[in-house]
């Protein structure tokens, strides 16, 4: 069982990951992962270089906590989506360049690939847009991940969600890559569709895959 320090110990790995993956730049993003009664999330405005193991913030479910850094301001959809999902342990949120176009196009990605079952369904669908922050925002991403573990934010980002840090940001780099994949067939021509039967072949198949299978 992992400890609190192994927990913000792989927070802080994956945060210096973020960047070389395209998945954001600067301070943008945030990663949390559950822990006990609450969750452990990155804090307010600071560079993932200088992050240390003392800045990661526990935030408790209720929205409090006591540490001198300020959580992430997107701490409430964290807080959201694990009172939600009892099978999310890790969420990543990121801006990378692909899945945000298409978030600011308020565009879900469709099932014109079969990795599109990393997302747990046929679909990665966008949210409603709120101002980042918002409890109105909260509630939109929660919707959008409804029976999904990743979604697109409109005008905003994504989130990929995980039973563990490893595999949400695989799930992130995944879904930029559809992202972008799904792109570049929008400038070629009009990108065929997978059958609902067959998208669901493939879920059942990643049962037993690689990250996807991990717990």
Not at 20 to 36: K, V, Y
Not at 183 to 204: N, S
């Amino acid at each position: 069982m992992s400890t609190d320090r192994t927990l913000r110990e792989q927070i802080v790995a994956y945060g210096l990951k973020l960047t070389p993956s395209g998945l954001s730049q600067g301070t943008s993003g945030n990663l949390s992962i559950r822990s006990g009664d609450g969750f452990l999330i990155t804090p307010s405005g600071m560079p993932y270089g200088e992050i240390t193991v003392d800045d990661i913030v526990p935030v408790a479910m209720d929205g409090r906590y006591e540490h001198p850094r300020r959580p992430s301001s997107e701490w409430r959809f964290h807080r959201d989506i694990y009172a939600a999902r009892p099978d999310v342990h890790a969420i990543v949120h990121a801006h990378p360049p692909y899945s945000t176009g298409l978030a600011m196009c308020r565009m879900d990605i469709p099932a014109a690939h079969y990795m599109i079952a990393v997302g747990g369904g046929d679909s990665i669908r966008c949210s409603d847009y709120y101002t980042y922050g918002t409890q109105e925002l909260s509630d939109a991403v929660v919707r959008a991940l409804e029976g999904r573990l990743a979604c697109l934010m409109a005008n905003h980002g994504m989130i990929a969600a995980g039973a563990n840090m490893e595999q949400a940001m695989w799930r992130a780099i995944e879904v930029e890559t559809l992202a972008r994949q799904y792109t570049i067939a929008l400038q070629v021509g009009k990108p065929v569709m997978l059958r609902d039967e067959e998208v669901t072949q493939v879920i059942e198949k990643f049962g037993n895959y690689g990250l996807m299978s991990k717990k």
